[in-house]
């Protein structure tokens, strides 16, 4: 059974539509597939990958730094303040990325922004190689 | 020598004539980019509201937590200022607009004792203070015509590591609201700490339907620390947002303005330089008559005419 998705960023909305299935992995509960008719939702999501499946079967893959997904009876709404379509990682910038965040966490292992931009990075790398996250 | 005046005059129309070229492309690039910014904002806005409806939700679901951002401080002394406006000038007011309640708002703080932080966003911003003497904690710049999310973010990371950090108190957020294409204001709001998620809910905006009854993952306190992090960000973003395009607004007005003196001014000294014209030639004529008459015989009578009729050709 369908049901409306939204998924929306601060400087455009990534996917608005109808779909049978969200994939996301909300912090300390692991991955939660939502289909039509799930509870009353609000989750926080870790840096992963979230799958919409679309009516006609296809599945469309994005990478979320960080965000919520909150679901009501009949629609799913992603919140990302950073996401793109897997398809449109850059997978050189991300190793670059990656890299600059090991040396800062090098230099202070313990910030927590660097740590933050490295599982971002690792999670852009991990997809843009092809494997999921 | 009365032709100099009328080749200096026509030196300046040409000039007046190239500033209004320049001017009238700036306004119109404004006018496009006012557009654009506008539609930004527009692009902006389902985030924010969707973000306002989570806040809501978490509220009727009865989480009200103590987070850092929530903390209120019980004597405000010392206050941080995020001050937006633009890089570039010919924009009217709108940088000394926005640049003189931020001041205004500082002197008043001192003169109570206060300490006073400055986060300044905007190059023109920076060299004020700057040339005033101010301490300027950290500036941002290049990106006030058109600011991404990314930049919103960075800012927001500083705000919050001073006011986590209990370096201040308060912050304040100074920019120019975008209220529609006629009308700008600069204004003073309170960023942080942010108001409690009760208050923020019943403010509204969000578009959720508040029922009861959600579950949350990995708890409501939970959600709710991850969520102000990222409202602060999009009520910064917001900020800029409007401050760019106000900033297009006031730069297309002053430039339209700007134009129409050009015009006016060209209308000015083309008349000036007609008349200097004019002025060269009586003098001219009164030198040759005055000239024939004192000579007085018939060769220059023959001059005058012939000097008529060439006139008259």
């Known amino acids: 059974m369908a049901f409306s998705i939204e998924f929306v960023s601060p400087e455009d909305v990534l996917y608005s539509g109808e779909g049978t299935q969200v994939i996301a992995r909300t912090r300390g509960g692991g991955e939660i597939a939502f289909l039509a008719g799930h509870e009353p939702f609000i989750g926080s999501l870790e840096p992963s990958e979230v799958r919409v499946t679309e009516e006609s079967g296809d599945v469309m893959s994005f990478a979320v730094r960080s965000g919520f997904v909150s679901v009501t009876g009949q629609s799913v709404t992603v919140l990302s303040d950073q996401a793109m379509p897997s398809s449109e990682i850059d997978g050189e910038a991300a190793r670059a990325d990656l890299a600059a965040a090991q040396e800062a966490l090098r230099a202070n292992e313990h910030d927590a922004f660097a740590l933050e931009d490295q599982r971002w990075a690792q999670l852009l790398v991990d997809l843009s190689s092809g494997q999921s996250a | ?313």
């Not at chain 2, 003196?261 to 014209?277: D, Q, T, W």
């Open chain 2, 1 to 313: 020598m009365p032709g100099g005046t009328e080749r200096i005059l026509r030196r300046r129309i040409g000039s007046v004539k190239n500033t209004k070229k320049i001017t009238r492309a700036m306004e119109l690039i404004a006018a496009t980019r006012v557009a654009r910014a506008q539609q930004r904002a527009r692009a902006a806005r389902p985030y924010a509201e969707q973000l306002t409806g989570v806040i809501e939700d978490l509220a009727a679901g009865g989480a009200d937590v103590s987070h850092p951002l929530l903390r209120e401080a019980e004597n405000v002394s010392r206050v941080a200022f995020v001050v937006c406006a633009g890089d570039r000038g010919l924009a009217g007011a709108y940088n000394s607009a926005v640049i003189r309640s931020a001041e205004r708002e500082i002197q008043a703080l001192r003169a109570d004792g206060g300490d006073y932080r400055i986060v300044s966003v905007g190059k023109k911003v920076a060299d004020y203070f700057n040339f005033r003497g101010f301490d300027i904690d950290t500036r941002y710049d290049g990106f006030t015509d058109n600011p991404t999310y990314e930049n919103a973010r960075e800012i927001a990371r500083r705000v919050r590591e001073l006011f986590d950090a209990g370096e201040v108190d308060q912050v304040e957020l100074i920019y120019t609201e975008f209220v529609s294409l006629g009308t700008q204001r600069p204004v003073v709001r309170r960023f942080l700490p942010l108001t409690s998620a009760k208050t923020i809910a019943d403010e509204g905006g969000g578009d959720a339907e508040a029922l009861a009854g959600f579950s949350f993952e990995p708890s409501p306190e939970g959600v709710l620390e991850d969520l102000l992090p990222r409202y602060v960000e999009a009520r910064l973003f917001a900020a800029l947002l409007d401050a760019a395009a106000s900033e297009h607004a006031n730069r297309q007005r002053a430039m339209k303005a700007a134009t129409e003196n050009a015009e006016e001014l060209i209308i000015k000294l083309s008349r000036e330089m007609n008349r200097a014209r004019q002025e060269s030639i009586t003098t001219e004529i009164m030198e040759i008559v005055s000239g024939a008459e004192s000579l007085n015989d018939e060769a220059s009578a023959e001059v005058i005419n012939s000097f008529a009729e060439a006139l008259d050709a």
